[in-house]
């Protein structure tokens, strides 16, 4: 008997693995002083490391659609860039996550969430460098691994230089965000950050928007109040969040107490909450594939422009 499968039947998985995987061997550079491929290359690239530098996260997308998407900054051997990442299922995730905590929210139950759908997830990137743009945007979108859609598909006549797709998924840029999960609990401090904030200082929109997400039910609150109908916008101008982000380092002020590790749970020392940018001392095993551990240095020379493979 013989059955014809399509390419749409196939259940094509792009996890972080998946993408590391498919870019780890691939490309050699001419000059492989400095690393063969760009795999090895990125450790010379370093990502943002406060939190106030992932201000670009757009709320509304986030709990309306459950759909994460984060601006990445990235200081690379020749300029700085942003690289671009897009998830789905951290809200949902996130629920998960509380109710197995006695329905209680914690940071650590947002960076678990948003870690776990990092590594078990279909991921999504883009980066503004030229590398990606002419080698890699091309075929990350017609492959679904892009942020990007076919509307913004240069098109394979239009100065590719990786004709035959054989370059792996992405620039140096791309595969140190990739490789590192550092940065996943910058963005939970974000969230998390907004949480509280809308919980206190915009209350409609948190009463109808993030609450019965978070919960799994309405709050009590919007029946009492007839918020059924208002507004259902969610402010994250860049300004917002900055502000956001400070009010978050003010109220994670050391407290007095036996405050544990927001990743691990353990511990028992009186720490600083991590809604600060110092919080990026915490313990992250949990959010690195250990064999693509890097020491980012960004204080190294410049280097000649890499000749292209």
Known sequence: MYI??????????????????KSRGAGTYQDTSRGKNR?????????????????????????????????????GEH???????????????????IKNNKNQLEYRTIVQAITKIFNSSNIYVKCTCKDYKYRFAHWNIVNNVSVDDSSNDPGPGRGIANPKDDKGRGCKHVLLVLANGDWLMKVASVINNYIHY?????????????FPKLYGYPAEEMVEQDLIDTDDYLDSTEGLIDAINAYGKNRGKYKAGTNKNPVTGTGGKSI????SDEEAK????????????????SDSKMSPEEEEV
């Open 39 to 75: 795999f090895e290359r990125k450790k010379y690239s370093s990502v943002a490391k406060t939190v106030k530098q992932y201000n670009k996260i757009d709320m509304n997308r986030l709990w309306k659609e459950d759909i994460l998407e984060v601006s990445i900054p990235v200081v």
């Open 272 to 275: 600083k909450t991590p809604n």
């Open 79 to 97: 300029d700085s860039y942003t690289v671009s990442v897009k998830m789905e299922g951290v809200v949902k995730e996130i629920a998960a996550n």
């Open 282 to 297: 915490t313990d992250t095993k949990s959010t690195k594939d250990k064999s693509d551990e890097i020491e980012p240095n």
């Open 4 to 21: 014809q499968i399509k390419k749409s039947d196939i259940l094509l998985e792009d996890t972080r693995t998946m993408l590391v995987s």
């Open 198 to 210: 809308a919980e206190e200082k915009l209350q409609k929109p948190f009463l109808k928007l993030i």
